[in-house]
T-cell receptor
Framework: GESVGLHLPTLSVQEGDNSIINCAYSNSASDYFIWYKQESGKGPQFIIDIRSNMDKRQGQRVTVLLNKTVKHLSLQIAATQPGDSAVYFCAEIPFSTGANSKLTFGKGITLSVRP | NAGVMQNPRHLVRRRGQEARLRCSPMKGHSHVYWYRQLPEEGLKFMVYLQKENIIDESGMPKERFSAEFPKEGPSILRIQQVVRGDSAAYFC???????????FGPGTRLLVL
């Protein structure tokens, strides 16, 4: 799979390949990060989260990596399936500053899975 | 365990009318958040409420928009005298406690003619 940043809005991968979706965040005070998946006409669906005291967290077929040094977050999807086609958003909250109610979302990347 | 419920799913209003959007949080969740999503953009925070209290409304437009979360019943986002620029998808999220994962509803798509 290809690795793209949020400035490239579309990622196309072959079914069965691994996908890597990247996100650069700007608020160095952010300490909680979430990846959401949004299918057309639906609300964002929680995929996986990670707190700033970790650099990696694994779920079912998904892995989130956090690099606080360069303020970079990535979502890896193993064996990408057609059902993974959606828009993916990273979101962050700076809990430690007290502004802990607002999720700040990135602009999103469209993942398109080719059969 | 039902997820976050929102209604209506689609709402059409003419300019100058009022729009009322309702949100029922997940069972056991007392924290509600409203977000707005313009076409092909990410979600933007509007307001955060707990039962009977507005905690953070820093993302709400100063005029025409209001939100409430009464002791009984759903949270309501109210838009008075709607304009075409209010056309968007409005999403509600809930969490059981502050600083925990927010789970989203299906959204209300508002179209202002």
């Amino acid at each position: 799979g290809e690795s793209v940043g949020l400035h490239l809005p579309t990622l196309s991968v072959q079914e069965g390949d691994n996908s890597i979706i990247n996100c650069a965040y700007s608020n160095s005070a952010s300490d909680y990060f979430i990846w959401y998946k949004q299918e057309s006409g639906k609300g964002p669906q929680f995929i996986i989260d990670i707190r700033s005291n970790m650099d990696k967290r694994q779920g079912q077929r998904v892995t989130v990596l956090l690099n606080k040094t360069v303020k970079h977050l990535s979502l890896q999807i193993a064996a990408t399936q057609p059902g993974d086609s959606a828009v993916y958003f990273c979101a962050e909250i700076p809990f430690s500053t007290g502004a802990n109610s607002k999720l700040t979302f990135g602009k999103g990347i469209t993942l398109s899975v080719r059969p | 365990n039902a997820g976050v419920m929102q209604n209506p799913r689609h709402l059409v209003r003419r300019r100058g009318q009022e729009a009322r959007l309702r949100c029922s949080p997940m069972k056991g969740h007392s924290h509600v958040y409203w977000y707005r999503q313009l076409p092909e953009e990410g979600l933007k925070f509007m307001v955060y409420l707990q039962k009977e209290n507005i905690i953070d409304e820093s993302g709400m437009p100063k005029e025409r928009f209001s939100a409430e979360f009464p002791k009984e019943g759903p949270s309501i986002l109210r838009i008075q005298q709607v304009v075409r620029g209010d056309s968007a998808a409005y999403f509600c999220a809930s969490s059981p406690r502050l600083a925990e994962t927010q789970y989203f509803g299906p959204g209300t798509r508002l179209l202002v003619l």
